[in-house]
């Protein structure tokens, strides 16, 4: 059916289309961005390139019609309460204060919730970032109270309490370790490892993947796969890490994906509400060795292969040196 009724480039683009393991509607996505969302601003530059085309590049200066309607509307900002809860008012200045140095650094002018988050995730490391949001969440908890006649507490107070609450959280966590490999050949390679707190293998997955346009799909893959085996294995409440900082940040976002890929995306997202994971966070290639030697090794073996509260011989040295790096 597509072969009959598309050109053939573009047939071969759509069956390359990963499917969905579950029912799902079909969709529409926008070609020219990643997430697959239209964007009203690159619609506007799609159809001002669109136009210049047209005209055969000759007039490149005159100006388009309404462009100066649009300058202003880009310029429009609209205020976010949040942001003032969670940075600018005096309660979260007290409590921001007496955090980490990084946290009390100041912060160049910013608009509203999400520029703040951005500028956060491009300076903090993970472990920061993860102190970052538990304390807004207990600024937000404490405002909240006020509002509704509870007394105010401590600033200090408030940074040891979200400090235990992280570490406890920390403690109990298992880690789910995920990468994968690909190249130009007809398969790619998806390897995981689950280990506790410890660092003990609770169990390790070394699975062949098929062939994959890039590095983000060969990783959504192997999530998704990898997920797969945490819940037939009844494992729960995990730490998903990866060192794929494309798919982590799009696993981490609760938008949904219109995009060659936002069906794998959906999948894993129900998966991980199902087994209860508590976060996707990124790590360095240097920290996730062992799940990217089993990865490689999948390549090298005909079926999937499964380790329960063993470490897999194939990865024997990369997972001592994934606890060293953990640990530093």
């Keep these: 059916m597509v072969e009959a009724n598309f050109h053939s480039s573009d047939a071969e683009a759509i069956l390359r289309i990963p499917l969905s393991r579950r029912y799902v509607h079909d969709m529409v996505f926008w070609l020219h961005t990643k997430d697959g969302d239209y964007s009203v601003k690159l619609g506007y530059h799609i159809a001002r390139l669109l136009a210049k085309q047209d005209a055969d590049l000759g007039e490149s200066s005159r100006e388009v019609m309404g462009s100066s309607i649009w300058a202003k509307l880009w310029k429009l900002k609209a205020k976010e309460s949040r942001y003032h809860v969670l940075w600018e008012c005096g309660l ?62 401590e600033p200090g107070r408030l940074n040891q309490r979200a400090k235990d609450f992280l570490d406890e959280f920390r403690a109990a966590q298992l880690r789910l370790s995920v990468s994968a490999v690909f190249s130009d050949t007809s398969s790619s390679g998806f390897g995981a490892v689950i280990r506790n707190n410890l660092g003990e293998v609770m169990a390790a997955m070394s699975a062949k993947g098929p062939s994959v346009v890039d590095s983000e799909e060969a990783e959504v893959l192997a999530c998704r796969r990898v997920l797969e085996f945490a819940v037939d294995t009844e494992f729960e409440e995990l730490m998903i890490e990866g060192d794929n900082s494309t798919v982590i940040r799009c696993l981490s976002s609760i938008r949904a994906f219109r995009s060659r890929l936002g069906n794998v995306y959906a999948d894993i997202h129900v998966l991980a509400a199902g087994s209860r994971c508590k976060s996707f966070s990124c790590v360095k290639r240097e920290a996730n060795l062992a799940a990217h030697s089993l990865a490689r090794y999948a390549r090298s073996i005909d079926g999937d292969m499964f380790w329960m509260e063993e470490t897999p011989p194939p990865a024997i040295e990369a997972v001592y040196l994934d606890s060293v790096s953990l640990n530093e």
Excluded at 98 to 123: A, C, F, H, I, T
Excluded at 132 to 138: D, H, I, K, T
Aim: proline share 2%; net charge negative; with cysteine.
């Design 92 to 153: 979260a200045q007290d409590i921001w204060a007496g955090s980490s140095r990084r946290l009390q650094k100041g912060v160049p002018g910013l608009d509203d919730m999400v520029q703040l988050v951005e500028y956060m995730q491009n300076r903090l490391t993970d472990e920061e970032l993860e102190y970052f949001w538990v304390q807004c969440w207990f600024i937000w908890n404490q405002c909240n109270a006020i509002v509704h006649g509870g007394a105010i507490q």
